[in-house]
């Protein structure tokens, strides 16, 4: 999640712990579980399934 940035098609809007965001999903990265410190939350419902759709689009294509 980022806070800066430009609204493109292929960030999702979201709002987390109070703070609104963007799903860089133009920055995927992958991250071992080890190196994860604490969970922090979770995003909801319709935030997640609007990701998963994004992410549909940008590898269908």
Do not use: K, N, S
């Given at each position: 999640m980022t806070?800066?940035?430009q609204?493109?098609?292929?960030?999702?809007?979201?709002r987390?712990?109070?703070q609104r965001g963007r799903v860089a999903?133009?920055?995927l990265r992958t991250v071992?579980?080890?190196?994860?410190?604490?969970h922090l939350g979770?995003?909801?419902?319709e935030t997640i399934?609007?990701?998963l759709d994004t992410?549909?689009?940008?590898f269908a294509k």
């Open positions: 806070t800066g940035g609204p493109y098609p292929w960030r999702v809007e979201c987390f712990q109070g999903l133009d920055q071992h579980r080890e190196r994860l410190a604490r979770a995003l909801p419902d399934a609007e990701v992410l549909a689009e940008l």
